[in-house]
Structures are given as structure tokens and as C-alpha cells.
């Protein structure tokens, strides 16, 4: 049963760059068993997995500054984080030219290097991504779309699963977005992947407490050397 200390709505102020895929997965199944409506403010930027969690929202807030990413799952591998669509697409390049015998000696032996177990890790991460955001889209930011903007057509359930893979797919294309580290604007969210966005742009006083409020937090942390913190009127908590 629902824990009667949380209330029906939870509005979750993001700035990330990134991380692992399967700690948004457990953290969005966590605060989906509490929470009815979550929202999500972006003040600066939700990269990466950021992405795919900020998508599990029933709405999203942005302004002109605000940034997602494309959902290019991160490994951690020798002391820094790494792409794993680039080790993906480079192997499929060097696959193709070993094909039709284009391959280069030095292309032979970074091809060598390549650990067959990490690509399958990869290639596993990057369909989870794809899943999770078509799943979280339907599920909640679609939840309430039944109506076509322009045409006012009725939208069925496959109507929401295909618009959620489009979404996932676009995001996911890296000769897209060029760039792993690639903020995409709110502008370009709205125009080009039809994702409904929540325009803070214009009202003047929300933003900025907005960011005063962003601020705070971000202080707060790097001065108690704090690297997550939790608070509501009810509960806080900090991780050091």
C-alpha cells in the first residue's frame, strides 16, 4: 500500500549529467510506487540516462537554456566515463571495412583490442534505454493524450507505443546528434521530436526562483562536500 507519509505528487528539480541506466530504472520503480504524478524541472541540463529519467515524468519544465542529451548509455572504464554508442559504431565500422577488405593494418589491431564481452554490455545497455523510454513515455508522459493536436484523431494505445519508439530511436542516433555531450534545447525537443514541453521561458519571477533555488542546492552540496541530497517538508537527507 501506498506509504501515507508521501503525498500523490512529487516535482524533482534535475541537473545530471548522466550515469547507469539500471540505477534510473530502480529509482523511477522506486518513486513510481510513492508518487502519482512526478514532474521534472530542468534548470540546466539531464544528459544521458538524465535523459531517460527526466522522460519517465508526467510533465517536463524547461527554458531556452535547458539541455537533454541524446540516451547514450556510460560505462565507467579506466578512471572516466565512456560512450558506449561510439565503441558500438566504431566496431560496426571496422566490421564492414574487414568485409570488403578495406581494413588497414591499424584498424586490425585496434579491432583486436576490442573486448567482445564489453560490446555485448553495451549493445544490452542501449536496448535497455530504448525500452525504458518507450515504456515510461506511454505509461505516464502519454498517459493523458488522447487526442491528436491537429487533427484531433483519436490515439490508440499503438499510436502512443509507435510515437514513443520514434522519440527513442531519435534520440538514440548518434549521426543525429554527432556528439555524445550534444545538449539538445527545449526548441529543437518541441520542433523536431513533437515532445510536449513545459515553456518556463516566459514567466520571469518563476525562473528566477527557479534558479535561486537551483543555486542553493548546488552550494549547499559542494560546501558540505555532498554528492546527492534529499529534501521535502517532511524528510531530509544528504549523501556524502
Same mark, same amino acid.
Given at each position: ?117 564489453? $560490446? ?8 535497455? &534505454?530504448?525500452? /525504458?523510454?518507450? =515504456?515510461?513515455?506511454? @505509461?505516464?508522459? +502519454? ?49 523536431? $521530436? ?8 516566459? &514567466?520571469?519571477? /518563476?525562473?528566477? =526562483?527557479?534558479?535561486? @533555488?537551483?543555486? +542553493? ?24
Amino acid at each position: 500500500s501506498r506509504n501515507q507519509d508521501f503525498n500523490g505528487n512529487l516535482t524533482i528539480l534535475l541537473n545530471t549529467g548522466g550515469g547507469l541506466v539500471e540505477a534510473v530504472e530502480r529509482t523511477v520503480d522506486v518513486i513510481r510506487h510513492h508518487y502519482e504524478i512526478v514532474d521534472f524541472i530542468i534548470p540546466d541540463q539531464a544528459m544521458s540516462a538524465g535523459t531517460v529519467f527526466a522522460l519517465s515524468g508526467n510533465s517536463i519544465y524547461m527554458d531556452y537554456f535547458s539541455r537533454l542529451g541524446p540516451i547514450d548509455p556510460q560505462f565507467f572504464m579506466d578512471g572516466e566515463w565512456v560512450p558506449a554508442l561510439g565503441y558500438l559504431e566504431k566496431f560496426q565500422e571496422l566490421n564492414t571495412k574487414s568485409v570488403d577488405g578495406s581494413l588497414t593494418p591499424l584498424e586490425y589491431a585496434l579491432a583486436d583490442k576490442i573486448d567482445l564481452a564489453d $560490446l555485448h554490455r553495451f549493445e544490452q545497455a542501449r536496448e535497455l &534505454s530504448i525500452e /525504458l523510454l518507450e =515504456k515510461w513515455l506511454v @505509461a505516464y508522459k +502519454f498517459k493523458n493524450w488522447n487526442k491528436t493536436q491537429t487533427t484531433q484523431t483519436n490515439v490508440s494505445e499503438q499510436m502512443k507505443r509507435d510515437r514513443a519508439n520514434q522519440i527513442a530511436m531519435a534520440l538514440n542516433d548518434t549521426k543525429r546528434w554527432h556528439a555524445h555531450s550534444r545538449g539538445i534545447s527545449m526548441k529543437l525537443l518541441i520542433d523536431e $521530436l513533437q515532445l510536449k514541453i513545459e515553456d518556463i521561458s516566459n &514567466s520571469e519571477n /518563476l525562473q528566477h =526562483k527557479l534558479q535561486e @533555488a537551483h543555486s +542553493f542546492v548546488i552550494d549547499y552540496m559542494q560546501n558540505n562536500d555532498y554528492y546527492a541530497c534529499f529534501k521535502s517538508a517532511k524528510y531530509t537527507k544528504e549523501v556524502g
